[in-house]
């Protein structure tokens, strides 16, 4: 009997440290090694599955950008009509406290507004009320405007199994516990520093896997030079990321 126990307690500890050994496998990245699962019931808990019911149960909701899948933007709610359009007034407000031109489309999640503002500072606001649940900060550098051609621009956030994703002028992607604001991850999607590449769209996810494109990389010249015209050149990629 106690060779049998022995024996057990020995299998036990080879299968705890066999566990250990996968959880550090150091042949992963640093940005693989922190992907951690979220298990459901999550906030934000939206997958494919959620998405394929979305016009029949959540007419209401707005899940990724765009919407849906489809990213046609149309709502299918019928309240707000053009009979009832002059009976709307102003709820609630929030003050972003910038100067800068706002163009994200927010995400509504189980009566939570999520949105990103110009520098990618990311918030999650009660839907009904605006009360402001929690603010992400990413800290981009101020001097990174000098390589967007077109101004700090966000245009949106993901969401996904229960983390918000947002990718920042400077080039990172971060991942959000959307319950709370703090960061899971954040990898460089940037291939060449060298170059002038930012991101100002919105991530795309499905399949486990994020999707973020860089644009930059335009250089041009308004005249003749030397007699050979130049016209500007755009450098783009896509890379997705695995989100667990």
């Not at 956030?157 to 080039?171: E, P, V, W």
């Not at 604001?181 to 060298?194: P, Q, R, S």
């Not at 041009?220 to 990321?241: D, K, N, P, T």
Request: hydrophobic share 40%; glycine share 8%; proline share 5%.
């Amino acid at each position: 009997m106690k060779d049998q126990l022995h024996l057990f307690g020995l299998s036990l500890v080879v299968a705890l440290l066999v566990a250990c050994d996968s959880d550090n496998d150091s042949s992963k990245s640093p940005a693989e090694r922190s992907f951690q699962s979220v298990s459901p019931p999550a906030t934000a808990w939206v997958d494919e599955n959620r998405l394929a019911k979305l016009e029949q149960q959540e007419p209401g909701a707005w899940l990724t950008y765009g919407r849906n899948y489809e990213e046609q933007r149309f709502s299918p709610l019928t309240q707000i009509n053009q009979e009832s359009v002059s009976q709307l007034g102003i709820a609630w407000f929030k003050d972003f406290g910038t100067f800068h031109p706002m163009q994200a489309t927010p995400l509504v999640i189980d009566g939570v507004m999520y949105i990103t503002t110009p520098f990618n500072i990311v918030y999650a606001l009660d839907a009904k009320t605006g009360k402001q649940l929690w603010r992400y900060d990413p800290e981009v550098p101020g001097e990174t405007a000098r390589r967007a051609c077109c101004g700090v621009n966000a245009r949106g956030l993901a969401a996904y199994k229960g983390r918000i994703y947002s990718a920042t002028l400077d080039g990172r992607l971060i991942a959000l516990d959307a319950a709370t604001g703090k960061m899971a991850w954040e990898v460089d999607t940037l291939i060449d520093h060298e170059r002038d590449y930012t991101i100002t769209g919105a991530p795309r996810v499905a399949a486990d896997k994020v999707f973020i494109g860089n644009g930059g990389g335009r250089v041009w010249c308004a005249r003749l030079c030397h007699g050979i015209r130049r016209r500007y050149r755009r450098a783009s990629m896509a890379i997705f990321y695995r989100t667990g």
